[in-house]
Structures are given as C-alpha cells and as structure tokens.
T-cell receptor, first 112, second 114 residues
Framework: QKEVEQDPGPLSVPEGAIVSLNCTYSNSAFQYFMWYRQYSRKGPELLMYTYSSGNKEDGRFTAQVDKSSKYISLFIRDSQPSDSATYLCAMSSNNAGNMLTFGGGTRLMVKP | GAGVSQSPSNKVTEKGKDVELRCDPISGHTALYWYRQSLGQGLEFLIYFQGNSAPDKSGLPSDRFSAERTGGSVSTLTIQRTQQEDSAVYLC????????????FGPGTRLTVL
C-alpha cells in the first residue's frame, strides 16, 4: 500500500461546479501538505501549501487538512475549463529530509 | 523572474547508452531536487542537494544513477547503461532553504530508452 493514496479519476464536471479533490495518507509524521497542478507535458505548479490541520483559502481554492483522519482536500469553486489538469497532493514530515511524498494525481476535466 | 529550466526537453536513447540531464535552478535557491515521474509510479524522489552539504541520495534506484551539483547552482543527473525501465519524465525542483517544502518544478526531461 502506498503512503499517499489519491483517486486517479478522471473526474469530469461542468463549468461552474465545485470540485473536491482528496488524498489519504498513512504516515502520521506528515506535517506539511501541498497541492500541485500539472498540465499535460508540463512540470507541477505549486498551488497551496499548508502546515498541520486546518483550512487555507486562496482565491477559488481552499485546502483542508484533517490530521486525525489522515485526510486532505482541495476545493475549487466556480471551476473553469482552464482548471482541467492533473492535481497532485504532496506531503512531508519534519524528519524526512526535504523529500516530498506525492500521491498519484487526480485528472480533472472541466467541460464548458 | 526565470523559473527552473531543464535540458534537453526530450531525449531518445538506445538501451545501454549513458545520458546526462541538466537542471538550472531558480537564482538564489540553495536546495535542488530530482524526481522521476512514470506511469503507474507517480512522482518519486531521487536525490536532494542543499548548499555544500553532502547530498541525500536515498531515492536513487540503482548505482547506475548519479548526480552532481557544481558551484551550488547547475545540476546534472547521469544515468549509465540505460535500461527500458528508465524511460520516464525526470523533473528538477528548487527551493529556498528557509522554505524547503515550497518546491518549484521545471518542465522536465522526457527520456525514452529504446
């Protein structure tokens, strides 16, 4: 079993919908949680960065972390076709060097 | 400002040949990372450099893989005697030492081993 699990999708939604993307993890040492967006044949782009439990909002994006359940979420409001991409969650702990552990990514398609 | 750059963008090689992949990090970023992204395996950590410290090589899959970072800036990932299972996208990232989890990725090098 992988340390970080993420449904690969694809997830198809109509334009304007609220999108929920999720990851579960097994390593309780993870303290830092990131979401990356990756367009086809491009490198991952950092979207959100959170520490420990709680919520963080940035424009149309909200990241949630529930450490007690080992579950993180990314919500996208008013989704746009330009949001169509693969979304990767990533995590790290204080004592694992500076290596990020990634989920496999969820492919999102927002249809006009 | 300029982001992380990688070259070449695509590389096709024959099994058994050596390849060198280059990464130029964001100016001022002292930490540099190599990851590999392949179908079915996701993004896997390979190696990490921080300043003048010894690199963390814990993710390198075999002794055919090596990397160096000259002058604390540009890094080269070398794969010797390439195998078909080495085919993947090799991604480089860099970060400030004060915020090592905020890693900024380059566009990657797509390696195909025939």
């Amino acid at each position: 079993q992988k340390e970080v699990e993420q449904d690969p999708g694809p997830l198809s939604v109509p334009e304007g919908a609220i999108v929920s993307l999720n990851c579960t993890y097994s390593n309780s040492a993870f303290q830092y949680f990131m979401w990356y967006r990756q367009y086809s044949r491009k490198g991952p782009e950092l979207l959100m960065y959170t520490y420990s439990s709680g919520n963080k909002e940035d424009g149309r994006f909200t990241a949630q972390v529930d450490k007690s359940s080992k579950y993180i979420s990314l919500f996208i409001r008013d989704s746009q076709p330009s949001d169509s991409a693969t979304y990767l969650c990533a995590m790290s702990s204080n004592n694992a060097g500076n290596m990020l552990t990634f989920g496999g990514g969820t492919r999102l398609m927002v249809k006009p | 400002g300029a982001g992380v750059s990688q070259s070449p963008s695509n590389k096709v090689t024959e099994k058994g040949k050596d390849v060198e992949l280059r990464c130029d990090p964001i100016s001022g970023h002292t930490a540099l990372y190599w990851y590999r992204q392949s179908l079915g395996q996701g993004l896997e950590f390979l190696i990490y450099f921080q300043g003048n410290s010894a690199p963390d090589k814990s993710g390198l899959p075999s002794d055919r893989f090596s990397a160096e970072r000259t002058g604390g800036s540009v890094s080269t990932l070398t794969i010797q005697r390439t195998q078909q299972e080495d085919s993947a996208v090799y991604l480089c990232a860099s970060s400030l030492a004060s915020s090592y989890n905020e890693q900024f990725f380059g566009p990657g090098t797509r390696l195909t081993v025939l």
